[in-house]
């Protein structure tokens, strides 16, 4: 726990320094903006009236229900996926309950600080006190891309997410990662 006495400035500014550029990047800059489509044809009141009316309350849905059969034997399990997996639409939906924009930045902030102190620790493990910031912002930047980008992709992929929508992502990534490399190297013990 020494990485904590030593680097504790470091992570803590590298962790409100991505929380105010992740701010800036979803509130200010707009390139976000294009990240998901509207419900064709004018019919998001529609959508949403079909959403209210069937009572659908906050959370996580696929459609079809891939898992609706799984009480069957393997050989009509697989059958029954498979009709299911042939009919469209599919997909997922989720729906947001009501929203704490307080609460959500707070956690995200946390989020934010947890990461740049496990960014810390990998560092502080790699070279300890005197490393030369060029070898800092390799690491910890590398670390922070890391984290950053590529938690999510598998998700991304599987749930077909916008191409679009990943590169904006991860352009927020590699600067979130730059940015707390950065922030290492300059306040690294020397």
């Known amino acids: 726990m020494e990485f904590l006495s030593q680097l504790w400035l470091p992570i803590l500014i590298s962790g409100v320094s991505v929380w105010i550029a992740s701010f800036i ?4 800059i707009g390139h976000h903006r294009k990240d ?4 064709p044809g004018g019919g998001e009141q529609a959508f949403m009236d079909t959403v209210t009316r069937m009572n659908i309350k906050p959370g996580n849905y696929g459609f079809p229900d891939f898992c609706q ?5 393997r050989q ?5 996926r498979k009709a299911l997996y042939d009919r469209r639409p599919m997909g997922t939906l989720r729906v947001w309950g009501e929203m704490n924009m307080g609460v959500n930045m707070l ?3 946390l989020f934010y600080l947890v990461t740049s102190a496990m960014i810390g620790y990998l560092t ?6 005197g490393a030369s910031a060029g070898k800092i912002v390799q690491v910890a930047g590398t670390a922070g891309i ?10 991304d992929i599987w749930f077909q997410k916008k191409r679009r929508a ?6 927020d990534g590699i600067v979130f990662g730059l940015i707390t490399g950065a922030i290492f190297a300059w306040l690294w013990p020397r």
């Open 166 to 171: 990943m590169m904006m992502d991860w352009l």
């Open 124 to 129: 502080w493990a790699a070279f300890g006190r």
């Open 25 to 28: 990047a979803w509130m200010m």
């Open 146 to 155: 890391l984290a950053y980008c590529f938690a999510s992709f598998p998700h």
């Open 69 to 73: 059969h799984d009480n069957l034997p």
């Open 76 to 80: 009509e399990r697989m059958a029954a």
């Open 107 to 109: 956690v995200t902030f």
């Open 36 to 39: 998901r489509d509207a419900i």
